[in-house]
């Protein structure tokens, strides 16, 4: 058993075989973050994957992908130990309420929720939101999931 608390923020994992190789490595806890819950939104805004590089990029999951690696991720490492980390904003608030049922029915239950950030001028107009309505999704995801509750380190 090893003393740290390796924690792994990736979207690489996807079945119940990768999850239990990351275990038998040590990793303790798992994140992974979503962004986007409608599959053409996500194809039009997510990076495409390097062709050189053998693992693929986010615009090459669905949904149900992600879906599909929360089912594996919980059943494999539990729920106190797989994380969401939603960002919020991307999406329409009505999808965004459709996702969240949809990650809750799938086993998540620790979340961690944050409004999508752009990093450039042209990256503000990807916001599907209000404001207002961001607020609420927020309310909505706390309502559903239970925080993060994790430190770097802790044994």
Known sequence: EGHQNIHIASHLATTEQDYEGLLALGVKT???????????????????????????????????????????????LGPDSYFGALVLGLDTFDDTKR??????????????????????????????????????TYLVSRKIFQPVQFQYGQK
Not at 33 to 38: C, K, R, S, V
Not at 58 to 69: E, P, W
Not at 105 to 126: E, I, K, M, Q
Not at 131 to 136: D, F, G, L, Y
């Open 30 to 76: 798992y994140q992974n973050t979503i962004e986007i819950i409608d599959d053409d939104k996500r194809r039009e805004i997510m990076p495409k994957a390097n062709p050189k590089a053998r693992f693929m990029g986010k615009d090459d999951l669905t949904f149900t992908d992600v879906l599909g690696q929360v089912e594996a991720g919980v059943s494999v």
């Open 99 to 136: 996702g969240l049922i949809a990650l809750r029915d799938a086993g998540l239950s620790r979340s961690d929720s944050h409004p999508y950030h752009p990093f450039n001028r042209t990256a503000v107009n990807l916001h599907q939101q209000l404001p207002a309505e961001i607020v609420e």
